[in-house]
């Protein structure tokens, strides 16, 4: 409160000090003080492929709304891996102890599936984690987090929104492919690199757009970005789109 | 000696086997012919992405003179002891047994471009329509004076990865302190040209994690390297005192190598090593020379639309042996003109469409564990070759976080490339 005031009281003098203060002030309120912060914290881990509340969709991974109770690899509308739809036809159901086990080790406790996620050491960083998506999969509207998403590609969206409009040539999306699976599996495999194969075509083409606007900042993603066309764009989505893991 | 010879017996047997089982007359079949010289990481892509888009339309033999691939990429991390050789060694089943390719263990000879015809050693003639020619590179032996295929025994080059990359590592394991590692970089253009510093890296790094107190020295014919700034910031961090580079504006040339000796003499002083690392100038793989497809300099020119010979209409050259403009000579190169020249090819004898060329790469390098990083860029054929439209190169100074993802990003790659090469 103090140092509100004050940055208030500064403002006009001197514009940059305050800038400072205020981000400071800012900085400070984003410290996880309750256990629902240190929640929301632990899933900037997941966020980059998995959107949760009102409004969320299939990324790279599928959204998790409704997640508790459901039976694994059965989100509506999202290509699951082989072995992802083996475990939810042997019977596996999202609870909070079986996501546990599955978010200490995904590679081990689901063999072959596509997550590309190392794990989460410590058991009470998956409580929190735990405690924080039933909140929040569970709660009705709230959605800020959907809402944080369209923030941060607002410049993309139009951009994304002209390449969505163009269909997609599949057959130059193969050849255009050979680019991306020299290290981008197509059998969808996992290996440090995330898989690509049967993502949805918006998600797709948004996340190239964020590459090529320097939102995204891996080097390599970057530059394969750098020269594609619209065209070239709505070809991959296309093709990627049309692939199903294996 | 024993063990080499038992390798080379295997080799003989696997060729006469393999020609055993070729189809009674491949001649009589309807179906076009296309051949590939060499099973690494152009030739194997080029074989696969032929047979697995031509939906059976194409007869595809693969050539081959081993059993089964070691990669060169990634050999410089079993010498850091990061990756056991078997995880490097890639065997050619599936593309038999999925994609229907032939594949003849043999050496090829000689080419007849009139007949469109290889020859094999063993006397064996195999005809084709279109001929994919990756050999990958020779040693030029004698371009470091007093060097030779016999001096490699004891001073391994360790440039094409196999047994020579695993008679490094013994000799690289047995260094104690006080001891001197000698390293002779190669002239430009080579293979791999962030490797030899890479490959100093996993010394360094196998000296130090042992607690053993020896020098490294690099004699070195060319005035700048691939990634200097990365890898000597690097060097200076993880490895002080340790290395030392020295150009040819101070050490002023190789006069002579005596690998009994453990010497090299140069300009400046005669060096003594323990261990001599002999990494000589490289061509074109003999196939490609004797078949008339290199220039004056040893390395094949290529269209850069196409990657198709500008001697011979019916071959298509890529990877190391081809003069590949801007890019530089990689595994990660030759997979993405493998590509470009399958298209073309399939576009030949099947009337399929061709797109516009386009070709990319991305080399990683290991500087100490968890310390990745990488240098890449797009490519486009303009004025007469592949020309690079952008690059990018890791940055001095990156925090480690970002350093070990890229290191796990490489990772990523080796297996995605290896799946894309062998299926």
Known sequence: MIKSVRARSMRSQKSLLSTLLFLAAALAVSVPASAEDAGEELFGQCKGCHEIGAGAKHKVGPHLDGIFGRTAGTSEGFKYSAAMKKAGEDGLKWDAEALAKYIEKPRDFIKGNRMSFRGMAKEEDRKLLIEWLTAKASEAPAADTAHKVDDTGATVRGFADAVLALEGDKEYGQYLAGECVTCHQITGQVEGIPSIVGVPRDYFVRAMLEFKNNIRTNEVMKLRAANMTNEDLAALAAYFESLEPR | ?423
């Open chain 2, 1 to 423: 000696m024993t063990k080499f010879t038992r390798r080379q017996f295997g080799v003989l047997m696997g060729s006469t086997a393999a020609v055993m089982s070729l189809p009674v007359s491949l001649r009589a079949q309807g179906k076009p012919k296309v051949v590939v010289i060499g099973g690494g990481a152009g030739g194997a892509t080029a074989a696969r992405y032929i047979a697995k888009d031509s939906a059976n339309e194409i007869d595809v033999t693969l050539i081959e003179a081993s059993e089964k691939y070691t990669t060169c990429f990634f050999s410089n991390l079993y010498l850091g002891g990061y990756r056991d050789m078997n995880s490097i060694v890639h065997s050619y089943d599936k593309l038999q047994s999925n994609y229907g390719i032939t594949k003849v263990t043999g050496r090829a000879k000689s080419i007849d471009k009139e007949k469109k015809t290889v020859m094999m050693e063993d006397g064996t003639a195999i005809p084709y329509d279109r001929l994919v020619v990756a050999p990958g590179i020779d040693i030029i032996y004698d371009s470091v004076p007093g060097y030779s295929e016999e001096a490699a025994e004891i001073a391994p080059h360790a440039w094409k990865a196999g047994p020579q990359t695993e008679l490094l590592k013994a000799k690289l394991d047995a260094i104690t302190n006080g001891q001197q590692i000698i390293m002779v970089a190669p002239p430009n253009p080579y293979r791999c040209p962030p490797g030899p510093y890479e490959r100093i890296s996993m010394m360094a790094h196998v000296l130090k994690s042992k607690g053993v107190d020896a020098k490294i020295i690099i004699l070195d014919p060319k005035d700048k390297f691939s990634k200097q700034a990365l890898f000597q910031e690097g060097w200076d961090k993880h490895y002080p005192g340790m290395i030392e580079w020295i150009g040819p504006d101070v050490h002023g040339g190789i006069k002579n190598v005596d690998v009994k000796a453990g010497t090299v003499e140069t300009d400046l002083d005669t060096f003594k090593g323990d261990l001599l690392n002999i990494i000589p100038a490289q061509r074109a793989g003999a196939i490609a020379i004797s078949a008339g497809l290199a220039n004056d300099k040893g390395f094949c020119p290529i269209d850069p639309e196409s990657m198709r010979s500008t001697m011979d209409p019916n071959i298509f050259v890529i990877g190391d042996a081809s003069i590949a403009g801007d890019m530089p000579k990689s595994g990660f190169s030759a997979n993405s003109q493998a590509k470009v020249a399958a298209m073309n090819v399939r576009g030949d004898l099947l009337k399929s469409k061709v797109f516009p060329a386009k070709y990319s790469n991305t080399c990683w390098s290991l500087i100490e564990s968890d310390d990745g990083v990488k240098v890449g860029g797009q490519y486009s054929p303009a004025d007469g070759k592949i020309t690079a439209t952008t690059n990018f190169i890791s940055q001095k100074g990156e925090d480690a976080a970002l350093r070990k993802s890229t290191y796990e990003e490489s990772i990523g790659w080796y297996s995605g490339i290896t799946a894309d090469m062998f299926g």
